[in-house]
């Protein structure tokens, strides 16, 4: 599906996935059980599943409210400014990023979605770099201005922190922004009636040349002139030259 999403659309897709991990987060508390175990493992075979899972567990309900904001504004911008390669660069991100985690992180359960929403972020970013148009310009400033410290949660901060999926999620999106930099059009830029109607009055002659084609040509009318007032003295010396009649 590779056609245009309203805004209105695009933010009810992101939210469903919000609203997904809190309700999966909501019946872990409510039923007194833990899924961390499904998150990704690294060098476990077992952990495997994680990549696909580990998205979708968080620690706790403060860990579900942290990336909720980012999972629906970055999706939604996603979503709604990239119609063509947005479910290639989300599907892109959630497994490279698993993937290296599970090769290159601590030992330990990594959970949480703000590996998917670094990939996102950095998409964007890149994106917006590369392609230049009205649009991605617009959302690289947008999560700029929201989410810029995630150039600097890519690093080690806290222990209890997965930085490493952070930072594999961010390589990720990277990469899909430099793959897929020219499959979404361009917006159609907007005219505006003001615009036409500029060209219209080039067309048009202005007032002055229709007066310039209607009025006789000045040094016509003096010779015409000229001609007309030798005329009359002609005829002014015949009348006074005229013999008077004998009588």
Known sequence: MDKNLSLQVSIFLAGSFALLIWVIKLGEELLGISLSHLGVYPDAPGG?????????IH???L????????VLLLGSMLIYGYPKSRWWVLGIVWLV????????ARSNYHIGASGLSHGVFFFLVIAGILRGDNRSSALLMIAFFMYGTMFWTIFPQQPGISFEYHLFGAIAGTVCAIIFRQWDPEPVRKTYPWEHESEDYEDDPIIGDQWKLEVEP???RC???GRNDRESE?????????PFDEK
């Open 48 to 56: 495997l599943f994680g990549i696909i899972a580990a998205p979708l």
């Open 63 to 70: 860990h579900v409210l942290n990336n909720t904001l980012p």
């Open 218 to 220: 000045l040094d016509a």
């Open 59 to 61: 620690g706790s309900v």
């Open 97 to 104: 990023s698993g993937l290296g985690v599970w090769f290159f």
């Open 234 to 242: 002609l005829r002014s010396d015949r009348t006074r030259n005229k």
């Open 223 to 225: 010779d015409e002139g």
